[in-house]
């Protein structure tokens, strides 16, 4: 069976940094790409990116392109999403995913409190 | 990037009548679209693939059609547990996916 697990819920102060995770499990980590989604509180579904943990390929949308970096170990089937300087407005839930495709797998997604 | 802009923001219906969703690309993204479903404190769940193709273990009500430009998500008789939202996902020029504002299927 194909399972995601995230880390869990983070609450951190405005300029502090984060490393969030996404454990693969069920199938060949390396084969498949893992992407992150960012759902703001009430909000809809934003693709941030995907990486291919075989050969680390990332690839970022337009609107997270240096604003996080995601990363993966592929010796222990993680994915990484990281900030180096939080802001009040990551606040959301960030969800990894994989497939063939599309989402055929996802997390359940990882809390981001960010707040002085 | 490619928009996709979905309509009705909000649908509200009864238990047991068809429901219509569409999405609409701001320009081309052939058959390679998705739609979701996303439940109160769930992840999103893949639906439909390539526009018509159900995903695994997907009842028989959720279809999907159309090409280009404009798509649609039809629940032939919604149940219950069809209340949701629905977002629909290009992956045309991929890596750069992009998601629907979603659409809101609600109670009526």
């Known amino acids: 069976e194909v399972q995601l697990v995230q880390s869990g819920a983070e609450v951190k102060k405005p300029g502090e940094s984060l490393k969030i995770s996404c454990k693969g499990s069920?199938?060949?980590?390396?084969?498949?790409?893992i992407g992150w989604v960012r759902q703001m509180p009430g909000k809809g579904l934003e693709w941030m990116g995907i990486i291919y943990p075989g050969d680390s390929d990332t690839r970022y949308s337009p609107s997270f392109q240096g604003q996080v970096t995601i990363s993966a170990d592929k010796s222990i089937s993680t994915a990484y999403l990281q900030w180096s300087s939080l802001k009040a407005s990551d606040t959301a839930m960030y969800y990894c995913v994989t497939g063939t495709n599309y989402g055929d797998y996802w997390g359940q997604g990882t809390l981001v409190t960010v707040s002085s | 990037e490619i928009v996709l802009t979905q309509s009705p923001a909000t649908l509200s219906l009864s238990p047991g009548e068809r429901a219509t969703l569409s999405c609409r690309a701001s320009q081309s993204v052939s058959s390679y679209l998705a739609w979701y479903q996303q439940k109160p404190g769930q992840a999103p769940r893949l639906l439909i693939y390539?526009?018509?193709n159900r995903a695994t273990g997907i009842p028989a009500r959720f279809s999907g059609s159309g090409s280009g430009t404009d798509f649609t998500l039809t629940i032939s008789s919604l149940e219950p547990e069809d209340f949701a939202v629905y977002y629909c996902?290009?992956?045309?020029?991929?890596?750069?996916?992009?998601f629907g504002q979603g659409t809101r299927l609600e109670i009526k």
């Open positions: 069920g199938y060949s980590f390396t084969s498949y790409w």
């Open positions: 390539d526009a018509s």
């Open positions: 996902q290009q992956r045309s020029n991929w890596p750069r996916n992009t």
